[in-house]
């Protein structure tokens, strides 16, 4: 009988925790597959006493035997990727025996990454924070039709295709003003081109169709969150990809009917990291102390994050949008200090209270709060629902009644062994 592929999706701004959820449950899936975004994402996996941080190659990669896809919707970055394969052969794993790369998959030029950079320059207030990795440029000459694939290294006349995409580049460098170097990174590019075709480089809506109708689950693992998605969330703040449901099946040529569980990752507070609306967000000590708690750092930049309360009332949102089935709780140990712990439960928008998000995010919302009392006790070393304390599991059945989903898995620290399941 034909499989059913199933999602883990990031609900909020990213950064849930999506790596080490995907490495948990990666051991009962044959694949992992990732169907968007890019070296934008950074997912931090801890097992055995030792930390990993993934970019493009899917959290399910220190698995034994596991197949791990980079789908077509995916954008890639040669020489990111490059050094991401050194650093897991590092660990003794061969990353062309559990990856494999699709032939539409799209490729991040370095003059993409220099695009990047000189838009967020021009663009004074209106900054996006990009991580800089060239996701968006490379999107746009993606839906231009102007855009590299993966697959097109194998062909006599990639070399020229590359030149001429440069030397457009070039030409919208220009006119931004830009200063660069016309040779910029490309020597060590066309060396991690060459080592891209080392892999098998698939047709990657056959790779799956054949896996699922083998019998062989896949997870798909969504790299940012729900309220950066480019039709969904908080626009023009976002990053450039379908990090909701639907782009699942665009980007790995997969029909609805064929996924079957989605779930949908949430930390207990809130962050984002770059521009944007945050309607939660802390500006005092109790923010700070969210931040020092829970290393709100980015992984990929460094950049600290903007840390608030839980926000229901976007976690509604993106819970309708993607479908949610399971919930996936992140980090409550980093509220065990509180004496107090709030959640929005409404916005108040032109002194109306409203559980909906506007269309406008960045209008002036009003968060409006649900306090609890806290738990006031470690929880990093309990393992089974039994131990935890009733406080704790009455904040998590208001958030349950809240959304209308169980939450159904709980991580109480970064480890592995660190996570409660309730089913
Ligand atoms: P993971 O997968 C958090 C944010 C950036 C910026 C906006 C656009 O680790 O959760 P981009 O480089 O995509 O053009 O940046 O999106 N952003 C993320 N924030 N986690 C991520 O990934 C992110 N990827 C992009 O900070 O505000
Ligand atoms: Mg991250």
Redesign the pocket.
Known sequence: MSSKLDVVL?LQ????G?GKIVDVLAGRYPAVARFQ?GP????SLHFDGKSFVVRSIPSGIFRDGSVNIIGSGVVLDPVTFKEECANVAAMGIEPKERIVISKKAHLILPTHRLL?AAYEAAAGKGK??????G??PTYTDKVGRHGLRVGDILTPDFKDRFAKLKARHHRLLDDLHYEYDPCHGEAEWMEAVDFLKEFELVDCEYFVDNLLKEGKAILAEG???SM?DVDFGSYP????SSTTVGGVCTGLGLAPSRVGKVFGIFKAYCTR????PFPTELFDETGERLRQIGHEYG??TGRPRRCGWLDLVALKYTVMIDGVTDLIMMKSDCLDGFETIKACTAYKVDGKLTDQVPFDISTEIEPVYTEFPGWKKDLTGIRSEDGLPKEFKDYVKFIEDYLGVPVTIISLGPDREATIERV
């Open positions: 990031g701004w990213g950064d849930e999506k975004g934008n994402a950074g997912h990047d996006i924070g990009s991580t800089l990795k996701i968006g790299a940012q969150g950066l703040f976002v990053t450039s990291v770059g521009s944007g992984a990929v």
